[in-house]
């Protein structure tokens, strides 16, 4: 039998898995990640390392698990972005005047310029991936997906958590 001929046959069933929310995320991640990794690649920077620049911008002095915390990412992929950012001299660690064993990271100038230089696109790449919706329509899936994920965030490997070390 040919694939061709099977094809009416298929998509009916098909159709009922495009439809499922779980497989319309997953589109909806690879397109946003697409669309917004073209939007960094220019800088020479991943999507997740701009939010770590941002992270960085936001809260100067940060350790790495809060870092991981507040971006929802592991601790080793963390620790392997911070690695390349800090090589790349994008940032830097020096030991916490509290507890020596801990890091804080801090932007450097050169992090800092990358981080506001890619800025603008960032932010229409937000604007690109949303464009398909009118602002009511946006505003309502933004707030949709705040419930979907802070619902749910529990079943990540890399839970957010917005708590800082005291």
């Not at 439809?19 to 939007?39: D, N, T, Y």
């Not at 620049?53 to 940060?62: D, H, K, P």
């Not at 009511?136 to 958590?161: C, D, G, M, Q, W």
Request: charged share 25%; aromatic share 6%; with cysteine.
């Amino acid at each position: 039998m040919k694939w061709g001929n099977n094809v009416k046959q298929m998509k009916p069933k098909m159709e009922r898995l495009h439809k499922m929310p779980g497989f319309l995320m997953r589109r909806c991640s690879q397109i946003s990640v697409a669309i917004l990794h073209e939007s960094t690649a220019a800088y020479d920077l991943t999507v997740t390392e701009w939010a770590i620049l941002w992270a960085l911008e936001v809260s100067s002095g940060i350790d790495q698990t809060g870092l991981s915390n507040w971006l929802a990412v592991d601790r080793s992929s963390i620790a392997r972005l911070v690695d390349g950012l800090e090589k790349r001299n994008l940032l830097k660690r020096s030991p916490s005047a509290d507890d020596k064993r801990v890091k804080c990271m801090y932007s450097t100038k050169k992090g800092s310029n990358a981080f506001n230089k890619a800025r603008d696109s960032v932010e229409l790449a937000q604007e690109q991936i949303m464009e398909p919706l009118t602002k009511a329509e946006a505003k309502t899936f933004i707030s949709l997906l705040h419930k979907l994920v802070n619902s749910n965030n529990e079943y990540s490997r890399a839970p957010l958590r917005l708590t800082v070390r005291e």
